[in-house]
Antibody, heavy 119, light 107 residues
Framework: QVQLVESGGGVLQPGRSLRLSCAAS????????MHWVRQAPGKGLEWVAI????????YYADSMKGRFTISRDNSENTLYLQMNSLRAEDTAVYYC????????????WGQGTMVTVSS | SYVLTQPPSVSVSPGQTASITCSGD??????ICWYQQKPGQSPVLVIY???KRPSGIPERFSGSNSGNTATLTISGTQAVDEADYYC??????????FGTGTKVTVL
């Protein structure tokens, strides 16, 4: 079945770096754009970034520009999010989600991976 | 920046209709989608392109979008519909934006 599985979350100190992964299965990964979306504890959803199906185009939320990098490996059906200079306010569950194309919606979501930034 | 505003909470009795609004400047000119999120779970797409339901979403979920307001309507609300609901749109200033979220309580 169509599935997205995130991994790589953890507890780390401010200023450190972390790379999240999202393994895709059950669909043709290299034909879909992909998103990262995060949710701070008890808060709403916040869009982080999107990458085109071929990895050529990447766009970020303003608050994430310069610190976060989205990438993908279509040969491994895997999406990544490299997060640098982490701050306490980056503490959140990070979801990967499949872009549904022209609908501007995310039709498939992973279960999320928790990132906690704390000294 | 572009902001989508939702009421923090909506209460509804079982079997009644729940309406959740999402307000934004010229929202009717954009496609809106809606997500349902139950505690401890990932979001689920329930409406896309303003009015369309993905496969597997019950018919009691419907959507509309006009002017500055989009509405998600749950007809014949059931206890299983108790969840947080988020609208989402695409805007060329902020790209993808989520609404502030609405907690639906079925009393």
């Amino acid at each position: 079945q169509v599935q997205l599985v995130e991994s790589g979350g953890g507890v780390l100190q401010p200023g450190r770096s972390l790379r999240l992964s999202c393994a895709a299965s059950g669909f043709t990964f290299n034909t879909y754009a992909m998103h990262w979306v995060r949710q701070a504890p008890g808060k709403g959803l916040e869009w982080v970034a999107i990458i085109s199906y071929d990895g050529d185009k990447k766009y970020y939320a303003d608050s994430m520009k310069g610190r976060f990098t989205i990438s993908r490996d279509n040969s491994e059906n895997t999406l990544y999010l490299q997060m640098n200079s982490l701050r306490a306010e980056d503490t959140a569950v990070y979801y990967c989600a499949r872009d549904a194309g022209e609908t501007d919606a995310c039709d498939i979501w992973g279960q999320g991976t928790m990132v906690t930034v704390s000294s | 920046s572009y902001v989508l505003t939702q009421p923090p909470s909506v209460s509804v009795s079982p079997g009644q209709t729940a309406s959740i609004t999402c307000s934004g400047d010229k929202l009717g000119d954009k496609y809106i989608c809606w997500y349902q999120q139950k505690p401890g779970q990932s979001p689920v797409l329930v409406i896309y392109q303003d009015t369309k339901r993905p496969s597997g979403i019950p018919e009691r979920f419907s959507g509309s979008n006009s002017g500055n307001t989009a509405t998600l309507t749950i007809s014949g609300t059931q206890a299983v519909d108790e969840a947080d609901y988020y609208c989402q749109a695409w805007d060329n200033s902020v790209l993808y934006v989520f609404g502030t979220g609405t907690k639906v309580t079925v009393l």
